[in-house]
């Protein structure tokens, strides 16, 4: 009986090789992630704010003509409905500031705003490209079809989506920006000064192309096309916005700073009869900042507006509880607070300044182009330092470009008019190139004023109030509205031609 054999494996002399060697180092650490923020950030915010800004400025520009053309609209209801309208984008922000601080959130708010901005702009491109959504063309007809109420609804619904958008969009894109530098430190302030001239060169191609390559898309080839760029750019801006979404600085809503206003007033009024010279026994409510608020600059206690300083006076130790916070937040305030108001109040000055400088922008957009309409338009051919003049010395010399510039457009106009009586036409001889000096002018005031002012809004304010920065310069521009809505009302009957030039709103 044959036997099975088995042969175990077992070490040959002839095997040699060692078994391999073991490690007992830890794995090698993974790579350091890149920093958020910066110009890492701000490459995408750029991007998203140009094309943003080309959608929204390729409507507004011939917004009046397409109500006209496509929807049969004439007189007040024309200038109605786009005068509410672009009032409507003025207003929205500060809606769009409030919800921002207090719930959303900059990031979400942007978001937010640029969906609705998107399908805003989805919805104006559907009417021009679905007849049924508007009334009948009538090219040389007196009497026209108008638009029944569904179409209105139609139209007003898109409309109502850019203003909502306007609203998230308008107010946080700066701000939002201006998250991603450390402005503690000094490379981080003058990355952000960088920043601000970075922003409105963007805002200044976007505004060209706009004004020139989609306006003369919309009027001389296709509406549809037309409107379909703007809707091309807003998605576009959508998606830029989100691919760098790894790279930014997202803060927490941390309250808006309009609670804390009506607290500071309401608490000040509730002590108006404490004396402050006789509170040399009284102490100023000034706690530390918590751990949610490490990113927020503690500001120091200033003498101006000293009335408020009564809010954050401690009267009476029950005021405070057994942890040191105030038994009622609307009768004692820190003294944060206090000096957050007071920086609000001090804007007050440059807030009426700017509407001064931004009016006379605006009156180059409406009577600059009736001036140049009515001229003769055959024209003939004819160092290294990093030197920065101070926010003060830029809105200074924006306001004296403002003040010259409408001294000169007066002195050309005044020519160009009479120049036109002794001709007896509309049309002035006078060569449109004498229109050059005041429009120069104006651009000044807008490269000096217009960034200083954004600027000193976003520097001014602490971090927490950027946001209402923005619908500050919102405001100034919503004023202005109102200001030229009630000097050009008019009376029936209007003068379509008129007002399609003095509704012509260019700057956002």
Known sequence: MSSLLIKTSSPSDDDTTPPPPVSFLPPPPPPPKKARGGWRSVKYILGNESFEKLASMGLIANLTVYLQTKYNMDGIQLVNVFNIWSGSTNLTPLLGAFLSDAYLGRFRTLLFGSVSSFLGMVVLALTAGMPKLRPFDCP????????????????????????????????????????????????????????????????????????????????????????????????????????????????????????????VVVGACKKRAVSLESSSGYSLYDPPLTETDQHVEKLAHTDGFKFFDKAALIT?????????????????????????????????????????????MDQMNTFGLMQAIQSNNEAKKRSKKNIRLTTRHRINTGIVMAILCMVVAAIVERNRREAALKQGTLVSPQSILLLLPQFAFSGLNEAFAAVAIMEYYTNHLPETMRTLAGGNLLSQLLCIQLLEHCYYQPSPPCDFKQWERISMVGWP
């Open 140 to 263: 040389g007809v007196s009497s026209c079809q108008k638009p029944q109420d569904w179409q209105l609804g139609v139209l007003y619904s898109g409309l109502g989506l850019i203003a909502v958008g306007a609203g998230g969009v308008r107010p946080c894109n700066i701000a939002f920006g201006a998250d991603q530098f450390d402005t503690r430190t000094e490379k981080g302030r003058a990355q952000l000064e960088s920043f601000f001239n970075w922003w409105y060169f963007s805002f200044t191609v976007s505004l060209v192309i706009a004004l020139t390559v989609v306006v003369y898309v919309q009027t001389n080839v296709s509406w549809v096309i037309g409107y379909a760029i703007p809707a091309a750019c807003l998605f576009s801006s959508f998606v830029i916005f989100l691919i760098g979404k790894h790279t930014y600085i997202i803060t927490k809503p941390h309250g808006t700073a309009f609670v804390d206003i009506a607290k």
């Open 316 to 360: 009476d130790s029950s005021e405070l509880d057994d942890k040191g916070l105030p038994r009622n937040s609307w009768r004692l305030c820190s003294v944060q607070q206090v000096e957050q108001l007071k920086l609000i109040v001090g804007l007050v000055p440059v807030w009426f300044t700017g509407i001064g400088c931004f009016i006379t």
